[in-house]
Every structure is written in structure tokens, then in C-alpha cells.
């Protein structure tokens, strides 16, 4: 199976980057929805909700996915987009702790694409498959683009 290439629009990546140097030391964590075209994913929105946060973990809080999904419904958005789970490690590496693998496996809504990223703009990308078996692709290749026009795709 090839590596999916994951497809990310520089105003989306600083918008995580704003993110995490905002709150660091801290972590700080969301999703985000994204479209799957020819074996690649793309990502199109990333959202920051209540959580809980702290120098070691972040953990999102139930109350504020129901009200992201919330809102997104009652904007009449497609919740089903929601594939994506992004967090920091503020100024520490980037790779998976044994939280970030619990919190992975915790989504189990056939796939998911997990990122982290650091206050240096170092980040990690995997997708975890959930059915019909468990597997992990890690270290995904991220390419920044200034737009993804759907339409050529």
C-alpha cells in the first residue's frame, strides 16, 4: 500500500503554528476536516476547541467536540469531513507518546490523520486505519501548497 501524501494550505499551516506558539509552553490540541482525493488527503479546516491543557498533555473536552459538531451542523457543514486530530508539543520533540497512541486509537471512526508539531515547526504526520483491521502508516510526507483547486484534482 502507497503512503498517502497529506496536503496542507500555508495559511492552514500557520494557523497551527499561531496555535502553538501561542500556547507554549503548553500543548494545546484540535481537528479538522479534510477530503480524500486519489490516495492523497487534504486538509481543509482545522479547529480549535475547549480543552484541557497543560506543559505535558492535552486532552479534548467531550462539551466542546459537541459544540464544534454543533456548530458546524447548524451551518449546514458535513461533520463527516472530521478526520483529522492535530496538537502540539510546545517546545518538546515531535513523536508519538504513549498518550498520543491511547488518544489515536480512541477515535476508531474507520480512519484518522493525527499531526504534531513543536514551536520550531518541526512536525509528524501517520494515519491510523481502524477497520477492517488496526494498522498505522507514520511518517506521512506533508507538502504545503499556496491553494488546492478541487477542480484540477
Given at each position: 500500500m502507497k503512503k498517502p501524501t497529506v496536503y496542507i494550505t500555508i495559511d492552514k499551516w500557520w494557523e497551527l503554528r499561531t496555535y502553538c506558539k501561542l500556547a507554549a509552553p503548553s500543548e494545546i490540541s484540535g481537528l479538522g476536516s479534510v477530503t480524500v482525493?486519489?490516495?492523497?488527503?487534504?486538509?481543509?479546516?482545522?479547529?480549535?476547541?475547549?480543552?484541557?491543557?497543560?506543559?505535558?498533555?492535552?486532552?479534548?473536552?467531550?462539551?466542546?467536540?459537541?459544540?464544534?459538531?454543533?456548530?458546524?451542523?447548524?451551518?449546514?457543514?458535513?461533520?463527516?469531513?472530521?478526520?483529522?486530530?492535530?496538537?502540539?508539543?510546545?517546545?518538546?520533540?515531535?513523536?508519538?507518546?504513549?498518550?498520543?497512541?491511547?488518544?489515536?486509537?480512541?477515535?476508531?471512526?474507520?480512519?484518522?490523520?493525527?499531526?504534531?508539531?513543536?514551536?520550531?515547526?518541526?512536525?509528524?504526520?501517520r494515519l491510523d486505519i481502524y477497520e477492517p483491521f488496526k494498522a498505522t502508516l507514520d511518517e506521512l510526507d506533508i507538502e504545503f501548497t499556496a491553494d488546492i483547486n478541487y477542480a484540477e484534482l
Open positions: 482525493i486519489k490516495n492523497n488527503i487534504f486538509i481543509n479546516s482545522v479547529f480549535l476547541l475547549r480543552q484541557e491543557s497543560s506543559a505535558g498533555s492535552t486532552d479534548l473536552n467531550p462539551d466542546g467536540i459537541a459544540e464544534m459538531m454543533m456548530e458546524m451542523i447548524n451551518a449546514n457543514i458535513d461533520t463527516g469531513g472530521i478526520k483529522l486530530w492535530w496538537h502540539t508539543h510546545g517546545n518538546g520533540g515531535v513523536f508519538w507518546s504513549s498518550t498520543d497512541d491511547k488518544t489515536a486509537d480512541s477515535f476508531g471512526n474507520g480512519w484518522m490523520l493525527s499531526i504534531v508539531i513543536n514551536t520550531k515547526g518541526e512536525y509528524r504526520a
